[in-house]
T-cell receptor
Framework: SQQGEEDPQALSIQEGENATMNCSYK?????LQWYRQNSGRGLVHLIL?????REKHSGRLRVTLDTSKKSSSLLITASRAADTASYFC??????????FGAGTTVTVRA | KAGVTQTPRYLIKTRGQQVTLSCSPI?????VSWYQQTPGQGLQFLFE???????NKGNFPGRFSGRQFSNSRSEMNVSTLELGDSALYLC??????????????FGPGTRLTVL
């Protein structure tokens, strides 16, 4: 079973535009992480936000967390072709276990 | 530091066979996790090892097993392969920081095809 659900499932944007994707989860968490995966390769960690944080930035990435709504969002600003990938949120619903959502596939058009 | 390495990268097996996949974590990382990724089920947690002890296990049949060695390298084994075991198997390592789950560093994966 999957803890998180991403929305939308797929997103197509023009280079230079912003991309926003959302993640909802079911149980209480200590932290939420976002990962990127290019074409069926390994996942790359993007950012970790703790349950007592509301917003976090890393370069062109902005993550928000609303624990009352059990939701998070990932914003990629000024998108580039290299941002084309699948993005996953993941939560620590259980000790030593990362639970992933279904992912959002982002396509950045030149 | 070298990243997480997984061998082999690609594997083709037939139903009924067994397979062993290997994972070498980042130097200094003592936690190793395994995940199965399929188009239908997405990313599913298999198990996590720390200091040769399995600390958590996902909802998979007993055909899936793993172990960790004293040098933190890990292997997973799937016996009596079924067609549905075709998947990308991902290994991830982490350096424990006291969190329930730490930042995971993933390897490139092993693509297993069962015919």
């Amino acid at each position: 079973s999957q803890q998180g659900e991403e929305d939308p499932q797929a997103l197509s944007i023009q280079e230079g535009e912003n991309a926003t994707m959302n993640c909802s989860y079911k149980t209480s968490i200590n932290n939420l992480q976002w990962y990127r995966q290019n074409s069926g390769r390994g996942l790359v960690h993007l950012i970790l936000i703790r349950s007592n944080e509301r917003e976090k930035h890393s370069g062109r990435l902005r993550v928000t967390l609303d624990t009352s709504k059990k939701s998070s969002s990932l914003l990629i600003t000024a998108s580039r072709a290299a941002d084309t990938a699948s993005y996953f949120c993941a939560t620590d619903e259980d000790d030593y276990k990362l639970s992933f959502g279904a992912g959002t596939t982002v396509t950045v058009r030149a | 530091k070298a990243g997480v390495t997984q061998t082999p990268r690609y594997l083709i097996k037939t139903r009924g066979q067994q397979v062993t996949l290997s994972c070498s974590p980042i130097s200094g990382h003592r936690s190793v996790s395994w995940y199965q990724q399929t188009p239908g089920q997405g990313l599913q947690f298999l198990f996590e090892y720390f200091s040769e002890t399995q600390r958590n296990k996902g909802n998979f049949p007993g055909r899936f097993s793993g172990r960790q060695f004293s040098n933190s390298r890990s292997e997973m084994n799937v016996s009596t392969l079924e067609l549905g075991d075709s998947a990308l198997y991902l290994c991830a390592s982490s350096a424990p920081t006291g969190d329930k789950v730490d930042t995971q560093y993933f390897g490139p994966g092993t693509r297993l095809t069962v015919l």
